[in-house]
């Protein structure tokens, strides 16, 4: 019996599936993907073998090498309520585009004079800004009103989101929704910067200061 001669073809795969695939994946991930803004500052924090995580709700002060402080609060609504009660208390007017530039914005690290200026600068512009920080001597210390008023309203912030995680059916621990401090020291900052900066916190009962530092291998 003769053989049957299969005719030759090269094999092909159709890729309309996966690209479509990947074109969702990216869809998906610019929608939900949360752009971060540039820091104004740069700081090189020492390193250290915790394996703590930075957790959400966060209330930060960063310190850089020449002593000035900067302040970051992560929670966007709790922004805004902070920015409502710090320009009440330093009488300084905010329209609403800066009220929302603001609740989006990194650190800052200048007066609540220079604030609205501040706001609507470029991210890049804000690094060449000439400013001593944020004020915290004793006849002016914006920065423990900073930190009074950022308590108040992440802890009003962190309350609304436990609230909508039971509403969820979920078991929420409420500590994980509780405002976390922490401190962010560059190296060669002089320690004295640090130490004015703690005694903040020290001094509005605020005692679990976490500070940040790199990671490091742990001893053998």
């Not at 250290?48 to 900067?70: A, Q, Y």
């Not at 200026?117 to 920065?143: C, F, H, V, W």
Request: charged share 25%; aromatic share 10%.
């Amino acid at each position: 019996m003769p053989k049957i001669k299969m005719p030759k073809s090269s094999p092909s795969i159709d890729m309309t599936p996966m690209v479509d695939l990947a074109f969702l994946l990216v869809t998906f991930f610019m929608l939900a993907a949360s752009f971060r803004s540039s820091e104004p500052v740069e700081v090189d924090v020492p390193s250290s073998i915790s394996d703590k995580i930075i957790p959400e709700n966060v209330l930060l002060v960063t310190i850089d090498k020449g002593g000035r402080v900067f302040f970051n609060l992560s929670d966007p609504e709790a922004r805004r309520e902070l920015l409502m009660n710090m320009a009440g208390k330093y009488k300084v007017a905010f329209s609403e585009e800066q009220i929302n530039k603001f609740t989006f914005m990194s650190s800052f690290g200048c007066t609540m004079q220079e604030l609205p200026g501040y706001i609507e600068m470029p991210a890049d512009d804000r690094k060449n800004l000439n400013t001593t920080g944020i004020p915290l001597d004793s006849t002016n210390n914006q920065l423990k009103d900073w930190v009074y008023y950022g308590n108040i309203a992440a802890l009003n912030s962190g309350k609304t989101a436990f609230e909508e995680a039971k509403l969820k059916g979920d078991t929420p621990d409420p500590n994980d929704f509780k405002p976390k401090f922490t401190l962010k020291v560059d190296n060669k900052a002089v320690y004295v910067h640090a130490q004015n900066v703690i005694n903040v916190f020290r001094d509005l009962n605020l005692n679990n200061l976490n500070f940040i530092t790199s990671m490091e291998m742990a001893p053998l």
